[in-house]
């Protein structure tokens, strides 16, 4: 039973343009979620999240949108990078803070110079 | 700089023979986790430790405990591995008050 998932295993994009990254969840009690970030032989390290009392949270050239009545978020890298290529995870937490996070399945993204 | 620490990074065991991961952190955190990922899978929750406090989730095999001596310290021992137990092992920590959990590198485990 996967709560979160990232239908997309993979996402190809070049080198200055959007980068759209896609989430569902099925836990209506969620309500805190993030993105990691994952460089091979590395741990995942955090990149954005968004409380469920918000919309839309930006951070440089990352934003993450959350539509709670479709239970979906996005993340959009404006403009991708190539560093930016990695596995990018989506996690979702309920209660109070510092539960445990369920995670989605991860989005492989390769930006091409 | 503050961080998590993972050891060893990559380990090595006989089937059936035990095997002890550790993690130890510098953020002086009180909850720490750890998680187990295979390829292209989510990271899984095994357990976690809100400070003294143990946490098994349901579904974690007999096979897999963990120890906390102290704040900054947290073991995973598997005392029996298995074949379908080769994963990388993530361990994480968290502020109470915030869940943005930090990760260590990991270690990768083989068994052969």
């Known amino acids: 039973d996967q709560q979160v998932k990232q239908n997309s295993p993979s996402l190809s994009v070049q080198e200055g343009r959007i980068s759209i990254l896609n989430c569902d969840y099925t836990?209506?009690?969620?309500?805190?979620f993030l993105w990691y970030k994952k460089y091979p032989a590395e741990g995942p390290t955090f990149l954005i999240s968004i409380s469920s009392i918000k919309d839309k949270n930006e951070d440089g050239r990352f934003t993450v949108f959350l539509n709670k009545s479709a239970k979906h978020l996005s993340l959009h890298i404006v403009p991708s990078q190539p560093g930016d290529s990695a596995v990018y995870f989506c996690a979702a937490s309920e209660g109070a803070a510092g539960n445990k996070l369920t995670f989605g399945g991860g989005t492989r993204v390769l930006v091409k110079p | 700089d503050a961080m998590v620490i993972q050891n060893p990074r990559y380990q090595v065991t006989q089937f059936g023979k035990p095997v002890t991961l550790s993690c130890s952190q510098t953020l002086n955190h009180n909850v720490m986790y750890w998680y187990q990922q295979k390829s292209s899978q989510a990271p899984k929750l095994l357990f976690h430790y809100y400070d003294k406090d143990f946490n098994n989730e349901a579904d974690t095999p007999d096979n897999f405990q963990s120890r906390r001596p102290n704040t900054s310290f947290c073991f995973l021992d598997i005392r029996s591995p298995g074949l379908g137990d080769a994963a990388m092992y993530l361990c994480?920590?968290?502020?109470?008050?915030?869940?943005?959990?930090?990760f260590g590198p990991g270690t990768r485990l083989t068994v052969l």
């Open positions: 994480a920590t968290a502020e109470s008050s915030y869940n943005e959990q930090f």
């Open positions: 836990n209506s009690m969620f309500d805190y």
